[in-house]
């Protein structure tokens, strides 16, 4: 995409500076960029502010927010629904941007970005978002990438388990909870119980929903 052509305004839900509850970095600070708008309706959603909530920034004032943060994660809602070109371009001071996606967007536009990885869920069924999924992002997940899967039963579980196996996934793969819907101990017994013995999978919590209240913003 031609620099002319990049958009410099996003419209933004809200900034700031946590630690990473989740995924590779997670327990690691970071600054945050949630930007506005959603175009799935997952069952579990715990952000459903950021459906509509927000203001314009300009992209150059968003990277003056988050100047000198090694890390930072764009979030959402869907954060791809904008063109975030044009704010990886001010943010080559981070080193590792972690872009949250719902795996209804095509990411490969972005691989460009040496700084970029991508956080891609699978919207397991009990999300009622399965359907919406585009198979190609999965295939084409790179090492550095991350692979999720929020699960809120067995059925779920079953479901990751024949997607990771279905295909050679080359990075990561997190298996979360739902908040409040299945014990963390449930999806370890399943792991166990169907001896999925592989380097890249493993469980995780939400970190930010155990030190904090689960529905607080901002954290």
Known sequence: ????????????????????????????????????????????????????????????????????????????????????????????????????????????????????????????????MEDRMISNNFCRLRPQDCLKFVVGDIEDLKVARAVCFGQNIPCPVYISPVFGKIEPSVIVDFIKDNRIICENWRVQLQLHKYIWDPMKRGV
């Open 1 to 128: 995409m031609s620099q002319s052509m990049r958009s410099e305004t996003l419209k933004v839900n809200e900034i700031f500076f946590s630690i990473e509850g989740e995924g590779r970095r997670a327990g690691e600070l970071a600054a945050f960029i949630r930007l506005t708008g959603c175009n799935l309706r997952c069952s579990y959603c715990d952000t459903e502010y950021a459906f509509s909530e927000g203001k314009p920034w300009k992209v150059r004032d968003i990277a003056s927010e988050v100047q000198g943060w090694r890390n930072i994660t764009l979030t959402g809602g869907e954060p791809l629904l904008q063109d975030v070109h044009g704010l990886l371009d001010y943010l080559p001071f981070a080193s590792d941007i972690n872009i949250e996606t719902n795996g209804s967007i095509d990411i490969t536009p972005y691989f460009g970005y040496p700084n970029v990885f991508f956080t891609v869920d699978y919207k397991c069924p009990s999300s009622d």
